[in-house]
């Protein structure tokens, strides 16, 4: 159980363009998700939380406009990184957790996002 | 401010040999502590983790952790190590009074065979 998915697990783009990831909890149901940020060989930076049907809540330092983050389910949430440039590539990583999960975030297998 | 340290980057151990990853925290309660597994170009699977109660914690894949509350740490332990446990290794706490952790810096494990 608590299983965790994301979509897509890589993707290449142009710079300029914008990329939709998406964050599924399959097996439960997700009261809360969050997206990070992990760079080469470094630890998880937490970029934003997000809540079912409310506004995501941000990380200091991570641009709001540039990274849309939507939490329509208790299920689904998506980050979309717009208008991409190359120093947006990165690995992205969703968890979520949920009432049963309580205290444990668990993790999806990550997106590497590539701008060219 | 909470804190999560693992003071090792790297670990080398050979096949077979026991493991110890280290994991300092700093929080004047006890803290929600979290081991978790990144094989490359993955995303985290929980090994173990502790919230209360008996302080040595068993988890997946033979792991097991100890909470020694007086010299804050939550280190990971293995006793025969095998050549799939070659990953990188996080310690979290959750933050207090929120639901977000605080990531250690992780401790890379390469194992010989």
């Known amino acids: 159980g608590a299983v965790v998915s994301q979509h897509p697990s890589r993707v290449i783009c142009k710079s300029g363009t914008s990329v939709k990831i998406e964050c599924r909890s399959l097996d439960f149901q997700a009261t809360t998700m969050f997206w990070y940020r992990q760079f080469p060989k470094q630890s998880l930076m937490l970029m934003a939380t997000?809540?079912?049907?409310?506004?995501?809540?941000?990380e200091q330092g991570v641009e709001k406009d540039k990274f849309l983050i939507n939490h329509a389910s208790l299920t689904l949430s998506t980050l979309t990184v717009t208008s991409a440039h190359p120093e947006d590539s990165s690995f992205y990583i969703c968890s979520a957790r949920g009432d049963l999960t309580t205290d444990t975030q668990y993790f999806g297998p990550g997106t590497r996002l590539t701008v060219l | 401010a909470q804190s999560v340290t693992q003071p090792d980057i790297h670990i080398t151990v050979s096949e077979g040999a026991s493991l110890e990853l280290r994991c300092n925290y700093s929080?004047?309660?006890?803290?929600?502590l979290f081991w978790y597994v990144q094989s490359p170009g993955q995303g985290l699977q929980l090994l173990l983790k502790?919230?209360?109660?008996?302080?040595l914690v068993q988890g997946i894949k033979g792991f097991e952790a100890e909470f020694k509350r007086s010299q804050s740490s939550f280190n990971l332990r293995k006793p025969s190590v095998h050549w799939s446990d070659a990953a990188e290794y996080f310690c979290?706490?959750?933050?207090?009074?929120?639901?977000?952790?605080?990531f250690g810096t992780g401790t890379r494990l390469k194992v010989l065979a």
């Open positions: 997000s809540n079912e049907g409310s506004k995501a809540t941000y």
């Open positions: 929080y004047g309660a006890t803290p929600y």
């Open positions: 502790y919230f209360s109660g008996d302080t």
């Open positions: 979290a706490s959750r933050r207090s009074g929120t639901y977000k952790y605080i």
